[in-house]
């Protein structure tokens, strides 16, 4: 299975190269600095193909994909992980910053399917994930460019579904709670330990770790989720149940 | 940034309805709370470039001592 992952340097993103190497599968990585897994490539050189690219500049996404060594066949599976997380209280969020945010959590997100799913780059019944959270059906204080951008997500996930159903390319989202990422690390650094504590007390099953999250994204990617589109995956220890 | 304008720009983003200089207690003005400190955070960041922690925020007394906090080498 040929797939493109984004975000592949870190987190879940990281997590998902891992797992899909040693699944057997081929993998066209995005990110902005392999020198961060830069063992793990050396050890998984014939299965992975890296590509260095801010997915902030939306207009270039394109041309990744004309990059892309496909003489073997086409993409099987797409994993859009790549993001951005920020606390930024509504009177500080600016045009700029909400563009910014969204840019990245979604502009790109639309633009690498639009190439992807072009009948030259992926084959009839293809499968893409997209990373959303659970903040895109939640509501948080500080969160709004965030909350905004992940629940977007969701309608380019249920709209494109539709859309391209008729090649048989499935879109699904998966929506993770808080696992221990570098990015929650920054997060718990602002915050005090009752605020913490106050936090992990709203997670029946505690935090998650990133190998929670990517069993479902390898289950939608396969042929097994070959009846499932336009979905959406909770996956955050019991969070979104209060 | 001079501390003067900074000091403006801190009671305009936290929205005070009192005016303070570089002895006011921030943890005392009726505004403060949750979303001021993360207001504050978002402020101090962007201005700065500085992350201020958990620990920073509990450090913080006075107006001048988040100056410190920050770094008076940050200042005109």
């Known amino acids: 299975m040929k797939v493109l992952l984004t975000g592949a340097t870190s987190g879940i993103g990281f997590e998902t190269l891992k797992q899909l190497v040693n699944n057997g599968c081929f993998v066209y990585a995005i990110g902005r600095d392999f020198s961060k897994i830069e063992l793990f490539l050396k050890e998984n050189r014939s299965s992975i193909e890296t590509y260095e690219f801010d997915l902030a500049i939306v207009d270039n996404i394109e041309n990744i994909f004309s990059k892309l060594d496909l003489d073997n066949g086409k993409l099987d599976a797409m994993i859009h992980c790549a993001g951005i997380e920020e606390t930024t209280p509504l009177i500080q969020s600016t045009p700029e910053k909400l563009d910014h945010m969204f840019n990245i959590n979604v502009f790109s997100g639309i633009e690498l399917l639009r190439s992807f799913s072009k009948k ?4 009839d019944g293809a499968s893409v994930v997209f990373l959303s959270s659970v ?5 948080q204080p500080g969160k709004i460019g965030y909350c905004a951008s992940k629940a977007a997500v969701l309608g380019v996930v249920k709209s494109s579904a539709l859309e391209l159903a008729r090649r048989k390319i499935r879109v699904n989202a998966v929506l993770p709670g808080i696992v221990n990422t570098p990015m929650t690390k ?10 913490i504590d106050k936090i992990k007390e709203m997670h029946p099953l505690g935090f998650g770790e990133v190998e929670d999250v990517v069993p479902t994204i390898l289950f939608l990617i396969s042929d097994k989720a070959r009846w ?8 955050d220890g019991g969070y979104s149940v209060h | 940034m001079d501390k003067k304008s900074f000091i403006l720009k801190l009671q305009n983003d936290l929205e005070l309805e009192t005016e303070i200089n570089e002895t006011s207690i921030l943890k005392d003005l009726d505004e403060w709370d949750s979303m001021t400190e993360m207001v504050l955070i978002g402020l101090v960041n962007e201005e700065f470039s500085v992350r201020l922690n958990h620990d920073d925020i509990e450090k913080i007394s006075t107006v001048d001592s988040l100056i410190e906090i920050i770094g008076f080498d940050k200042f005109d």
């Open chain 1, 120 to 123: 030259k780059y992926c084959n």
């Open chain 1, 228 to 235: 499932i589109t336009g979905q959406s995956f909770v996956i």
């Open chain 1, 135 to 139: 903040m895109g059906i939640l509501g």
């Open chain 1, 186 to 195: 920054l997060l718990f650094e602002s915050i005090n330990e009752s605020q």
